[in-house]
């Protein structure tokens, strides 16, 4: 069984910034990549980044003021966030896919969650 544990999420003034962490534990293949999503109430989950086993080029939704990592060694994956805005609200999840990196925009293509995060930003 898959753990991944999402946090670092709360509640930041516009402009500021947040470090999100995801730790992955118990039985997975060698290889997999992570992603991050968010969702807010009524929505669907919409993707943020994603980054390979390698930590090759990363993807992202949000482009210049998001940064992804991951420390292969630790089995977790950050999410550095910038300049936060309002609109950047929700609840951020982690994920792990084994797919190839066509479909790392695409939830159904994650095989595990975690719980979520919530990032709220106040103008």
């Known amino acids: 069984q898959v753990q991944l544990v999402e946090s670092g999420g709360g509640l930041v003034q516009a402009g500021g910034s947040l470090r999100l962490s995801c730790a992955v534990s118990?039985?997975?293949?060698?290889?997999?990549?992570m992603g991050w999503f968010r969702q807010v109430p009524g929505k669907e989950r919409e993707f943020v980044a994603a980054?390979?086993?390698?930590?090759?080029t990363p993807y992202y939704s949000v482009k210049g003021r998001f940064t992804i990592s991951r420390d292969k060694t630790k089995n977790t994956a950050f999410l550095r966030m910038n300049s936060l805005k309002p609109e950047d609200t929700a609840v951020y999840y982690c994920?792990?896919?084994?797919?190839?990196?066509?479909?790392?925009?695409?939830?159904?293509?994650?095989?595990?969650w975690g719980q979520g995060t919530q990032v709220t930003v106040s103008s």
């Open positions: 118990g039985r997975t293949p060698s290889t997999y990549a």
């Open positions: 980054i390979s086993w390698s930590g090759g």
């Open positions: 994920g792990v896919t084994y797919s190839g990196s066509d479909h790392y925009t695409v939830p159904y293509e994650y095989d595990h």
